[in-house]
């Protein structure tokens, strides 16, 4: 899944610098985005990451400053490695979301897990499925109709298999060459031509989907991880490696943002779990703290 969710996240995708360096702009939070990725990126700074680099900005007195590269092969060699020209200084100085102990960068603490979950067109024949058990009890019959985006790589692809329903699939490209295509707009288009009947996707992405379809017009179930298959991933903030300083203050501002940082998750509809994978509701989060 590691490789899956990168290229997710980073496609859904350092670095050498002197380890006791300085910042070089006290006033600049320098951020590493995909200029058209939502929910989580876009140029006009309307994905939850690019609300989250600004309350981290705000909170330490500073602008937020982008560098923009698609998120394919290649963004953190563009971006977070990649140094200014005629300079010892670097492009970017933060990814704001990458999987904890990704192995391109140092990574901060979690701040948040989610996992995939099944989106289902409502009013289509398929609104007695209020569990992902019940997609296996359909008859044959009613399952021979499904149309289910499959992406390439992705744990639900191998769930699929493991369940019989991939010859239900519908071909989808976790990643293409296209920047101007995004997998979330991709399948918000599809849901409402009709192409397809359901998706398992990344949290954040299935949050993305029901916010932007029409209301009452889509479901959400979140997947649970069963043996030898992972769902539910907790996600981190990367940094350079030798970057421990930077690591270390973002760590900071996550624990004492982290209410806020929930309700902005909350707002993008987010499916947040906890290690478990167990959905987090409202009073669950409010136990835990």
């Known amino acids: 899944m590691a490789s899956y969710l990168t290229r997710w996240l980073l496609s859904l995708l350092l670095i050498s610098a002197p380890v006791g360096w300085a910042f070089a702009d006290d006033n600049v939070f320098k951020v590493c985005a995909d200029p058209n990725n939502p929910p989580f990126s876009d140029k006009n700074g309307q994905g939850f990451e690019n ?62 897990r989610s996992t995939y979950a099944l989106v289902y067109a409502k009013h289509r024949g398929w609104d007695e499925v209020k569990s992902i058990g019940d997609l296996d009890r359909l008859p044959p019959e009613r399952k021979a109709g499904l149309r289910i985006a499959m ?24 990643m293409t060459g296209d920047p101007n295509t995004n997998t979330a707009q991709t399948l918000e288009k599809d849901f409402r031509a009709g192409k397809i009947d359901m998706a398992i996707v990344w949290g954040p992405i299935a949050g993305y989907l029901l916010q932007h379809s029409k209301p009452d017009s889509l479901a959400l179930l979140p997947m649970r991880s069963e043996k030898g298959l992972k769902f539910d991933f907790p996600i981190s903030m990367g940094v350079r490696f030798p970057d421990k300083e930077r690591k270390e203050q973002l760590n900071g501002l996550i624990e004492r943002k982290s209410d806020e940082i929930e309700a902005l998750l909350k707002q993008y509809a987010i499916p947040l779990v906890n290690q478990e994978g167990e959905l987090l509701t409202s009073s669950s989060l409010a136990k835990s703290r």
């Open 51 to 112: 609300k989250l680099a600004e309350l981290l900005a705000r909170e330490q007195g500073k602008r937020v400053e982008y560098t923009w590269f698609p998120q394919r092969i290649g963004f953190i060699r563009n971006t977070l490695k990649a140094q200014q020209p005629e300079s010892e200084g670097y492009k970017c100085d933060v990814v704001i979301g990458v999987p904890t102990g990704y192995e391109l960068t140092l990574t901060t603490k979690p701040y948040y």
């Open 151 to 174: 992406f390439d790589g992705s744990p639900a692809t191998t769930w699929m298999l493991n369940h019989n329903l991939i010859g239900q699939g519908v071909p989808y490209q976790s």
